[in-house]
Structure formats: C-alpha cells, structure tokens
C-alpha cells in the first residue's frame, strides 16, 4: 500500500504506513523485508524532500540488508535496493541536478547486479540511466543507455515500461540532435509493438 501511495505521490501517507509496517516486524529479525521497508521509508523522504533522512534511511535499508540471513527467501537483493534508491536519487536530481551523479552510481550498480534476464527492471534502470545521464548534460551516454532501454523493453511485455519510455521519449523531444533523434526512433519502435 505504502508503494502505491508513493506511486500517487502521497509521500506522507506512506510514511505513515511504513512506519506501522517497520514496528510489526521489529522483532522478527527479517532483514530482507526490514530493508525493504526501509527503502519504502526513503522513498517517502526523498517525496517530501528530506534528503538526510533520505539518506539514513537508506543507510539502514543497507545495513539490513547486509545483515539478512540466506535462508530467509524473498526477492528483495542488492539489485533492487540499488534500483530503488538510484530511482529515488534521479527524483531528486530532477529538482537538483546536484543529485544526478548519485542517481547514475545507484542505478548503474543496480543494472551491473540485475542481469540480462530482469527484464522489466532492467529496462525501467535504463530509462532511469537515460535520465540522469541527461540531466548531468552527458547526451552520449544517454543515447547508449537509450539504446540498452530500447533493447530491454523489446524483450518484456510491460505497460509500465511502455509508458515510461514514451515519457522518455517526449523529454528527449527537447534535445533536437542527431544521436537523441535516432534514439527517439528506438523508444517510439519499441513503444509501438
């Protein structure tokens, strides 16, 4: 729920959220799900721009994580706390580019870890990647990620990653060069099937 709230823009509900979920398994020593929430708990600091307590909370997303036994099960890893937190950098870069390298180390980190076979993660941390690499002004490495995000939609059946590379699609619309334009046609041929 507390997602779906962040999803809705609603950082201060889902923190509400988080907070009860984070004090129900206290005890229970999961550290794949405390970290988790924990990231869920970022996220909605990152909404309503707290940023340090962005920070720490990610900081115990970390050390969660680090701490969680093998046997626990769950899919929650490196890869996804890594995609989560790059993605939540990149919102804030939106706002301050001071932000963006940050977004490309996490997101990266999180593209290095996931694999070829993520599939509709992988192409949502490329997009992402194209992002953060055009707000820090690097339109070379955003064409190549573009490129890797056009490649990886082609291979999954998302609606989601359908909708975020033509919201890709339509912030490059304001780079009119070559590499950006062919890029663009990628993005719109992989958004048409």
């Known amino acids: 729920m507390a997602r779906q709230l962040l999803y809705l823009d609603q950082p ?19 550290g794949r799900l405390c970290a988790m929430l924990h990231t869920r708990e970022a996220w909605a600091y990152a909404g309503l721009g707290r940023v340090e307590a962005f920070r720490r909370a990610t ?21 996804e706390l890594a ?3 790059g993605g939540r950098y990149l919102d804030l870069a939106r706002n301050d580019a001071r932000f963006a390298d940050e977004a490309v180390t996490y ?15 992988l192409a949502l941390d490329y997009t992402g990647l194209v992002h953060a690499h055009m ?5 070379d ?12 939609a082609g291979r999954v059946t998302s609606d989601r990653v359908r909708a975020q590379l033509r919201h890709l699609d339509q912030a490059l619309a304001e780079r009119p060069t ?3 334009a ?12």
């Open 12 to 30: 201060r509900d889902a923190l509400e959220l988080v907070r009860l979920a984070l004090d129900g398994t206290r005890a229970s020593g999961a």
């Open 59 to 79: 900081g115990t997303a970390e050390e969660a994580l680090a701490g969680a036994s093998d046997d626990e099960g769950g899919s929650f890893d490196e890869a």
């Open 83 to 85: 995609g989560v937190t």
């Open 107 to 121: 997101i990266q980190r999180a593209i290095d870890l996931r694999g070829r076979s993520a599939g509709r993660s």
């Open 135 to 139: 707000i820090r002004g690097n339109v």
């Open 141 to 152: 490495a955003a064409v190549i990620a573009g490129g890797a995000a056009a490649a990886a």
């Open 178 to 180: 070559a590499g950006v």
């Open 182 to 193: 062919d890029l663009r046609a990628r993005l719109q041929a992989a958004t048409a099937n």
